[in-house]
């Protein structure tokens, strides 16, 4: 019979450590804070959370540790009376810090107070609310969260994967991308380099020139380093996917284990699982097509590429996989957010993208209001916080040639742009964490992007609207799976395929992030977090003047339906568009001058000589490489501090002044970028 909460008669002291007093860190005779709702559609039953005052914390330690260890293994008691009681009358299975003590991190730990929250499980059947406001009531209980059930984690992409294969495509002929790298499906990621209508004819909405990251010129200067970890926690990534299987971190103290699955608190990542029924089953595709975006294995003769992928199998970024999606009923009464945050940051990640958030589907399937979304967010992430802040502060800090003296926490901004306009979305919206919003290939808002003022950059997310229904080609096209062991619906995979969403926003600012890191380690650079934060957000090009007239597309029942406004995203999609060649540009410290391709235009150059009044003279002006912009001759015409350009072609060089101030010759380095298009509001020099 299972075991009731009794609500009335006196507690008995079950420890013998005395509850600390109230001038010792308690309460001071108030009630705990209170997280979450017990009533919540989202609260997870049988299980709540609990933050400690730190003297109160401290005792739970140090008496847990004297206390006969369970059959299990698992701490079930706190060693403190008043507390003990509860548990005891609940029968609690579970009385664990949701952080495993650890002594390397526990400096860490001190700062962010993570090391005080402690999480119970008990029988789904004892009444939530009444468990919660009597450990809020206790002396030492500075915090009562109710958690949120697992079940409620989503992947923030807009309907499933497309499957495709090279078969589909056109034949391409030696195009800026294909000449970048040898994978044939890179031509036609128009997210790292779109060339405009030419590859995609008869679509519903032109390709803009340059409405991408500037990825094929970012790569003349770095494709990864394999040094760099990024935690990407989401549903499981394949990795055994052979566009992957070379960029896949591995632990060095168990070369199999290449990440963990939270969701079911195994060690066995499950990409077989199969959701949804026989005639709309669901894979888990999303989390390898995120790890795709970031590092799909470049120059292998394969399939896609990735933004920090390498070249021709190393030199990539690690992908370490963080499960807290799937779709078997194993879901454990932890926390599998924290427990892959943390699992991330003491495996050396430094960069944690995450490209999930929350249903917001009521019991009836029903969605909640604008207003009811932010209350219910807003009094819903303090443990999720604290780990957030504990990743960001702690992150990289062990490995002392990090080049991130912490970590970088990413978020999808979420795709319910349409329905609640601005309103905020957590954990995305959190001011410590980079919110994504996404776009089309035509710079415009994709017609789902979440966006506000809370929103902190944009990239390409997809939108299928734009090429039209019948193809994939306005989404992002990245990794699926294509395990042999999954029985497919329409037979085998290519292991390729498309998505939309900001979930596929997300990875593009991490895998520029991660690609940024690395030629930061290749200079023997380092930053702090908010540091490189700074770089990273201001590498960037506007495309608020695209925001005009209105946009079609169709809801998920098929409907159609119109923006009728685009004006109403203006400064609310972060600073503009994320810039690979920016960031690294920055990274290096070289000036970078934008020019349109195929046009004239005369460039003064005495701002970056001392201005109009120096007695500075231009000696020479020889590009690196010439060729790269369709220029025949390495030598730049110039008058005075005045240099001349007219680059055919898109692309980027160095270019390197010689000059003369006094008897004394010096040298300057700037960076010539040729770009077809660009916003209208220039981002460009």
Not at 104 to 130: C, H, K, M, P
Not at 159 to 188: C, I, Q
Not at 373 to 388: C, H, V
Not at 439 to 453: C, H, I, N, T
Request: glycine fraction near 12%; charged fraction near 20%.
């Amino acid at each position: 019979m299972k075991k009731l909460l009794l609500l009335c008669g006196l507690l008995a002291v079950f420890a013998c450590t005395e509850e600390p007093a109230d001038s010792a860190g308690g309460n001071g005779g108030r009630k705990a804070r209170v997280l979450g709702s017990p009533t919540s559609r989202l609260a997870l039953r049988g299980s709540l959370s609990v933050k400690l005052s730190p003297e109160t914390a401290q005792a739970v330690a140090a008496a847990q540790a004297q206390l006969p260890a369970t059959r299990s293994g698992v701490a079930t008691r706190s060693g403190v009376g008043g507390i003990d009681a509860i548990l005891h009358e609940i029968d609690a299975g579970r009385f664990e810090r949701v952080v495993a003590y650890n002594p390397e991190w526990e400096d860490v730990y001190e700062q962010t107070g993570i090391n005080r929250w402690y999480t119970i499980a008990f029988d789904d059947e004892i009444q939530l609310s009444e468990v919660g406001e009597r450990l809020a009531a206790l002396p030492g209980v500075a915090v009562v969260e109710y958690g949120i059930d697992p079940r409620y984690i989503r992947p923030m992409s807009e309907g499933p994967a497309v499957p495709a294969s090279e078969g589909m495509f056109p034949r391409v002929g030696e195009t800026r991308a294909a000449k970048a790298m040898n994978d044939p499906m890179l031509p036609f990621q128009w997210n790292y380099d779109n060339p405009g209508g030419g590859l995609f004819p008869d679509v519903a909405v032109k390709p803009e020139a340059g409405a991408d990251i500037d990825l094929l010129d970012a790569w003349q200067l770095c494709t990864g380093s394999e040094e760099v970890i990024v935690a990407v926690i989401d549903e499981p990534v394949q990795t055994t996917h052979p566009d992957l299987r070379a960029n896949i971190w591995s632990n060095p103290k168990n070369s199999q284990e290449h990440g963990y699955n939270f969701w079911d608190d195994s060690p066995e990542l499950d990409w077989k699982s199969v959701g949804g029924d026989d005639r709309n089953p669901e894979y888990a595709d999303h989390g390898t097509h995120v790890a795709g975006v970031i590092a799909a294995v470049n120059n292998n003769g394969r399939g896609v590429c990735g933004i920090a992928g390498g070249r021709s199998n190393s030199g990539g970024v690690r992908i370490m996989s963080c499960q807290i999606m799937g779709n078997s009923s194993g879901a454990n009464k932890g926390n599998p957010i924290v427990k892959a945050f943390e699992y991330a940051w003491t495996n050396g990640a430094i960069i944690a993208q995450n490209s999930w958030g929350y249903s917001l589907t009521n019991v009836n399937g029903e969605k909640i209001t604008p207003e009811q979304f932010e209350q219910e967010w807003e009094s819903n992430y303090g443990i999720i916080r604290d780990a957030i802040d504990t990743f960001i502060r702690g992150a990289g800090t062990k490995n002392p040639n990090s080049p991130l003296r912490g970590g970088l926490v990413i978020f999808a901004a979420g795709n319910d742009g349409d329905i609640y306009g601005d309103a905020r979305r957590y954990p995305a919206a959190y001011d410590a964490v980079i919110a994504v919003g996404a776009m089309d290939w035509s710079f415009r808002p994709a017609y789902y992007s979440d966006y506000g003022s809370w929103v902190d950059i944009t990239a390409p997310g997809g939108d299928i609207y734009t090429s039209g229904p019948q193809d994939g080609y306005g989404m992002i096209l990245s990794t699926i799976l294509c395990d042999d062991a999954i029985n497919f619906q329409g037979g085998p995979r290519s292991g390729y395929g498309f998505m939309q969403g900001t979930s596929m926003a997300c990875p593009h600012v991490s895998g520029i992030a991660a690609l940024g890191l690395s030629y930061a380690a290749q200079n023997g650079k380092q930053y702090t977090p908010a540091e490189f934060k700074a770089l990273l957000l201001s590498s960037i090009y506007g495309i608020d003047d695209y925001f005009t007239g209105s946009k079609d597309y169709f809801n998920a029942n098929n409907v159609p339906m119109t923006i009728p406004d685009l004006s109403v995203y203006k400064n609310k999609m972060g600073g503009g568009c994320v810039d690979a060649l920016k960031l690294l540009l920055a990274i290096k410290g070289t000036p970078a001058i934008y020019v349109k391709t195929g046009e004239a235009v005369t460039v003064d150059f005495a701002r970056y000589f001392g201005g109009d009044r120096s007695r500075l003279t231009l000696i020479s002006a020889e590009y690196d490489s010439a060729s790269s912009l369709g220029l025949n001759s390495s030598t730049a015409a110039f008058d005075g501090m005045k240099i001349a350009f007219n680059c055919p072609e898109p692309g980027t060089s160095m270019l390197t002044i010689r000059a003369r101030a006094g008897d004394t010759e010096f040298t300057r380095e700037f960076a010539i970028v040729s770009r077809a298009g660009l916003a209208a509001n220039g981002g460009w020099l």
